[in-house]
C-alpha cells in the first residue's frame, strides 16, 4: 500500500530538512520526500492525503512517561495511554519504572511489552528501575532487563540517594549502550515540602522546596558522570542552577544530556495562587527568573529534550486538600501545543522544537525514530501549526484530569498520527 502526503512542509532536524514537498510512504517505510511529484492518483492501492499548510514531521517520542500499568490501573492504563499519546501527536513513549510491582524485573517489562502489543497504539518502550523496588539499596539486573527491552534505567519519582549505588548504575548501563535517567531531587532538603519555597510559599503558608535542593542532585550526578566517564541524562530540570550545572559541564565535555517539561517553561509559582491541585507537581513550578532560564537554555540547546512527565493521578487524589494531593500533571495530549507557545513567542523555531521532541529523545534512547529518511519506519506525525483550540480534559483520551491548562486556548495540534505506515490517530476521521 502506499500513502502520500501531499503539499506539507516537511521539517526533519535529523536531515536538516525544511520544505514543501511530498512524502510517499510504501507499506512500513518512508519511500521518497519529492517536490513537484505528479502523476499520482488515489485509487485501491494509494492513499493520497492532501496535507498543504500543515507540517509533516518525524513522529513525536515522549522519553518520560508515567503509564501507571500494573497496579495503578484506575489512574491509567497502557491501552488508554497509548490512546492520548497518539492524539497528541507521539509515535512511541518511554514509560518509567514506578509502577506496583516496580519494572524492576523481566516479567515486569515483558507484561508491559504484552500490552503494549495488545494496545497496538504508539510504540512504548519500557524503563527499569536503578534499584530493586525503587529502594536505593541493591542494583537490578542490568544485563536481564536490557536482554528483556527496557531501553533507559532510572529510579524516577525518586532519587538515587547513594553516590556509589548511582556510579555502579551509570558504570552497568554504561557497557549496556544504554542511558540511567537521574531524578534530581535531595531528599533532605525537599523533605516535607508542598510547592517551590519563594514568596508565594511564605504567603500561602506552604513549605517551600527549595531550588538547591535538585541543583545539588545535578551536580553530584555531572561529577560522577565526568569521573567515570559514562553518559547521565538529566530528568525535568526546572532550576536556573541546575541549567547552569548542565551548560558549564557540556562546555568541559561531560557526556550529559537534559529534559525539561513544558509546565516548567509556561508556569511559575504563582500559578498555585488558588491551592489548585493540578499545579502540584515534583519538582515544583519555579519562579519566573527559573523559567526564563528554561526557556533560555531550550533556545540555546543546554536543554535537549521536551518530555511531557505525563503522570496521571485520579480525582481522588487530587480533589483534596493541597498538602494531602499527590504532585503530578498529565501532558501527553497538551505537550505539543503548550510547546507551540514557544514557537509562536520566538523562544524556538518550528525545527528547533521538533528536534527536542523527536529527534534527540530518539537518539539519546537510542531508538528508531526520530527523522524521515528514505527507507526508515515511517513514523510521522502531521501538525497544523495554527489550528486554536480550548483544552477540555473532558474530551482526553487519557483516564486523568489533572491538567493545568484546562480551558486554556491553544494553538497548534496534531491532526494525523501515522506508526508504521498505518495511520493511527486522524482527526479527519
Known sequence: MKLILRGGRIIDPSQNLDMEADLVIIDEKVSAIEQNRSGDKADDSTTLIDVSGMVVSPGLIDMHTHLREPGFEYKETIQTGSNAALAGGFTAL????????????????????????????????????????????????????????????????????????????LEYAFSLGIPVISHCEDMGLAEGG???????????????????????????????????????????????????????????????????????????????RDYSTHCKVYPPLRNSEDMAAVREALRDGTLDVIASDHAPHSSIEKDVEFEYALPG???????????????????????????????????????????????????????????????????????SRNCPFQGWTLRGKAVMTIVGGVIKFDTRS
Open 94 to 169: 518511554a514509560c518509567m519504572a514506578n509502577t506496583d510491582p516496580v519494572n524492576d524485573s523481566r516479567s515486569v517489562t515483558e507484561f508491559i511489552l504484552r500490552q503494549a502489543a495488545l494496545a497496538g497504539g504508539t510504540r512504548i518502550y519500557p524503563v527499569a528501575a536503578v534499584s530493586k523496588g525503587q529502594n536505593g539499596k541493591i542494583l537490578t539486573e542490568f544485563g536481564d532487563l536490557r536482554e528483556a527491552g527496557v531501553v533507559a534505567f532510572s529510579d524516577d519519582g525518586r532519587p538515587v540517594t547513594d553516590s556509589g549505588l548511582m556510579r555502579s548504575a
Open 194 to 272: 508542598q510547592m517551590n519555597e519563594g514568596f508565594p510559599s511564605t504567603e500561602l503558608g506552604l513549605q517551600g522546596i527549595p531550588s538547591i535542593a535538585e541543583d545539588i542532585m545535578v551536580l553530584r550526578d555531572i561529577a560522577l558522570a565526568e569521573y567515570t566517564g559514562t553518559k547521565i541524562h538529566i530528568a525535568h530540570v526546572s532550576t536556573a542552577g541546575s541549567i547552569r550545572a548542565v551548560a558549564d559541564a557540556k562546555k568541559r565535555g561531560v557526556p550529559v544530556t537534559a529534559e525539561t517539561a513544558p509546565h516548567y517553561a509556561t508556569l511559575t509559582d504563582e500559578a498555585l
Open 329 to 399: 500533571i498529565i501532558g501527553l495530549e497538551t505537550s505539543l501545543a503548550v510547546c507551540l507557545s514557544l514557537v509562536h513567542d520566538g523562544v524556538l523555531t518550528l525545527p528547533q522544537l521538533i528536534e527536542k521532541m523527536s529527534t534527540n529523545p530518539a537518539k539519546i534512547l537510542g531508538i528508531a525514530g526520530g527523522g524521515l529518511a528514505t527507507g526508515v519506519t515511517a513514523d510521522v506525525t502531521v501538525i497544523d501549526p495554527l489550528a486554536e483550540w480550548t483544552v477540555d480534559t473532558a474530551t482526553f483520551r487519557s483516564k
